[in-house]
């Protein structure tokens, strides 16, 4: 079956720049996450979706990030007037539901580049 | 979420079992315990996940300790493929839902 997908795989960006990153979750899977990992580090929480409850944005690391979940699928990570440092591997993963017994899948990312 | 402690890098020869230790020594009794793997410019891929009992799909064992307070993951026969970045995690039940990767374990199969 599918998995979770992300897109772009890659972005070029210049500095001050806008830019979207997409992830389709696996249909059914009622919790998404986002993450970013830069170059050989571990895995950065940003933000968690589900179901309808308010998001869990506790990771955002500043206002220039937002994300949404239309519909309760797809979601969409916006970082605006990007900076060097947002350079890294943006992963989106999916689980059935938010319980601890429930697996997160995970794409393969949008590695970001910001020049 | 508990924090857990692994080794940051591990060797194990081809066609041996690899044994990969963590410590979750303040987890609670609702949270599970998760091993993930991940391979270069992939995103991390499930491996096996338990509450108490020793766990075992196709791809490894998990070992709990009674006290819950470490566990051990077993790739039963490693090959080079198995070469990756290993995270142990925790994750509550209920109300916790942020999950925490730390640095994880590089694990090296050698030829």
């Known amino acids: 079956g599918a998995g979770v997908s992300q897109s772009p795989s890659n972005k070029v960006t210049e500095k001050g720049k806008d830019v979207e990153l997409r992830c389709d979750p696996i249909?059914?899977?009622?919790?998404l996450y986002w993450y970013r990992q830069s170059l050989g580090q571990g895995l950065e929480f940003l933000i968690y979706?589900?179901?309808?409850?308010?998001?869990?944005k506790s990771g955002l690391p500043s206002d220039r990030f937002s994300a949404e979940r239309t519909g309760g699928s797809v979601s969409t990570l916006t970082i605006q007037r990007t900076q060097q440092e947002d350079s890294a591997v943006y992963l989106c993963a999916s689980s059935f539901a938010g319980w601890g017994n429930s697996p997160l899948h995970f794409g393969n990312g949008t590695r970001l580049t910001v020049t | 979420d508990a924090k857990t402690t692994q080794p940051p890098s591990m060797d194990c020869a081809e066609g041996r079992a690899a044994n990969l230790p963590c410590n979750h020594s303040t987890i609670s009794g609702n949270e599970y315990v998760y091993w993930y793997r991940q391979i270069h410019s992939q995103g991390p891929q499930y491996i096996i996940h338990?509450?108490?009992n020793n766990e075992t799909n196709e791809m490894a064992s998990l070992i709990i300790t009674e006290d819950r307070k470490s566990s051990t993951l077993i790739l039963p026969h490693a090959t080079l493929r198995d070469t990756a970045v290993y995270y142990c995690?925790?994750?509550?039940?209920?109300?916790?839902?942020?999950?925490?990767f730390g640095a994880g374990t590089r694990l090296f199969v050698k030829a």
């Open positions: 249909s059914g899977h009622t919790a």
């Open positions: 995690i925790v994750r509550a039940n209920t109300g916790g839902f942020k999950t925490i």
């Open positions: 979706f589900q179901g309808n409850s308010a998001p869990d």
């Open positions: 338990g509450l108490k």
